[in-house]
């Protein structure tokens, strides 16, 4: 089992910065990649950013430039540093986890993203 913790959401001007954090815990050896996701009101879930084991990392076109993944593995912790924040951007965000078995994928509980103009 993986759980998932995040933290850092909150309200923010638009252009302002928010730092997430994610903290894994449990059966880490398992865990093959990590990302976050977002959904916002009326809309899917899509993907954010994604870090692979090896620190390859993908952005979604419309945070690229403004948002960046990353990790320590020290901490077994998942990053995603929000900078040129914009009210689209406002969305529950959710850590997750791809582990090598099944269930093969685990989510944490969503922090809320707020940002105002």
């Known amino acids: 089992q993986v759980h998932l913790v995040e933290s850092g959401g909150g309200l923010v001007q638009a252009g302002g910065s928010l730092r997430l954090s994610c903290a894994a815990s449990?059966?880490?050896?398992?865990?093959?990649?990590m990302g976050w996701y977002r959904q916002a009101p009326g809309k899917l879930r899509e993907l954010v950013a994604h870090?692979?084991?090896?620190?390859?990392?993908n952005h979604a076109d419309s945070v690229k430039g403004r948002f960046t993944i990353s990790r320590d593995n020290a901490k077994n912790t998942v990053y995603l540093q929000m900078n040129s924040l914009k009210p689209e951007d406002t969305a529950v965000y959710y850590c997750?986890?791809?582990?090598?078995?099944?269930?093969?994928?685990?989510w944490g509980q969503g922090t809320q993203v707020t940002v105002s103009s």
């Open positions: 997750h986890a791809e582990v090598q078995r099944v269930p093969y994928d685990y």
């Open positions: 449990g059966s880490i050896f398992t865990i093959n990649a």
């Open positions: 870090i692979t084991t090896d620190g390859s990392t």
